[in-house]
């Protein structure tokens, strides 16, 4: 694999990255440590050198058997986890975004983690009762303290990180260098305010779910059937017809290049720019050589508008309002003899 800058930052990550969440079995499902560390080993052997993981995931667990594994080259890792989600149900300080959770649930990952820094720490989700200036300081603390390379934030409206860069340059603290969301083919609604946002600031992009649960990846409309019961139940709001006809024509593609259903669809994500890195799962290694494969897959101009048109959804306002019959309010009766810059996203 090859290797790109995360955002604004420095430090240079591959262009996959693993997905944790399947590592550890005290939900009900998931990989023991040996096939875990497997996948680790598979990934690493590629070139991977991205991981992602929660303090949430299997209630730590997963935590656990990361940290056993990269402790055997703990530097070569650039290893991500997530705070937010509740950690004790009872206790209402034991989630959220505010400092006393974040103080306590990082010395948490680092024991579980067993290592004395997180390269990149996750906001897992904005929890709308934290202050931005509370949660951009703490994490700035954070990473003056060394135990915290760089920041990002997860599922959150483009409004607040867009507040808290803001807040965080004017302050001289660590800005967010990385945005986590939902993006897909069968998932777009993203493209509307929170890409144009990270690129406007400089932010990388690691989408979870590029293969929507598995839509994606051809068991569904192949014939190979969903697998165990719980994820079958789980993916049952996913099974749209429009989802299956996006899977459909992914099958399609595949077909005619040769690849797998799940290497065109996260072929189809890596095109959408540089600043892209994919988060993908695996609970066994044949899984996570397949994604991998998606980085030698290229898919034509004609292949990525077929895909483009199945999957394509409305912006809405303001974006389908400027672009209409408004441009010539806006740029008066000249407007189609200036050239307009690109614009950013």
């Not at 800058?5 to 005290?26: A, K």
Request: net charge negative.
């Amino acid at each position: 694999m090859k290797y790109r800058h995360l955002g604004s930052s420095g430090v240079r990550v591959s262009e996959i990255c693993l997905g944790t969440m399947s590592f550890g079995d005290q939900w009900g499902f998931g990989s023991d440590l040996e096939t875990s560390h497997a996948v680790l080993g598979t990934f690493a052997e590629a070139g991977g050198n991205f991981l992602d993981t929660a303090n949430k995931y299997h209630g730590g667990q997963t935590e656990e058997i990361v940290g056993e594994f990269i402790a055997r080259d703990r530097d070569y890792w650039v290893l991500a986890t997530k705070y937010t989600l509740s950690m004790r149900g009872e206790d209402p300080n034991a989630a959220g975004n505010s400092r006393k959770n974040m103080m306590r649930a990082v010395e948490g990952s680092l024991r579980r983690l067993k290592t004395d820094y997180i390269d990149l720490l996750w906001v897992h989700a904005w929890d709308f009762c934290s202050g931005v200036d509370e949660v951009m300081r703490g994490l700035d603390d954070l990473v003056r303290q060394g135990k915290v390379g760089y920041v990002g934030i997860s599922d959150a409206p483009a409004w607040v990180v867009a507040h808290a860069n803001t807040v965080a340059d004017l302050r001289g603290w660590s800005r967010f260098v990385g945005l986590q969301v939902q993006w897909s083919l069968c998932e777009r609604t993203v493209e509307r305010e929170l890409v144009p946002m990270a690129r406007a600031f400089d932010i990388g992009i690691t989408p979870w779910g590029p293969l929507h649960a598995g839509v994606l990846t051809g068991k569904y409309t192949r014939g190979e059937g969903p697998g165990d019961s719980k994820r079958a139940a789980f993916n049952e709001g996913r099974l749209t017809e429009r989802n299956l006809e996006i899977a459909r024509v992914v099958d399609a593609i595949a077909d005619e290049i040769e690849a797998s259903s799940a290497q065109v669809a996260i072929a189809w994500l890596r095109g959408q720019g540089a600043d892209v890195f994919p988060i993908t799962g695996a609970r066994k290694p044949e899984q996570i050589q397949d994604v991998i494969g998606a980085t030698e897959v290229t898919l034509s101009a004609e292949q990525m508008a077929r895909l483009h048109e199945v999957s394509k959804i409305e912006l809405g306002f303001p974006h389908d309002f400027i672009s209409s019959g408004a441009g010539e309010i806006v740029y008066g009766k000249v407007g189609e003899r200036i050239d307009l810059p690109k614009p950013r996203g």
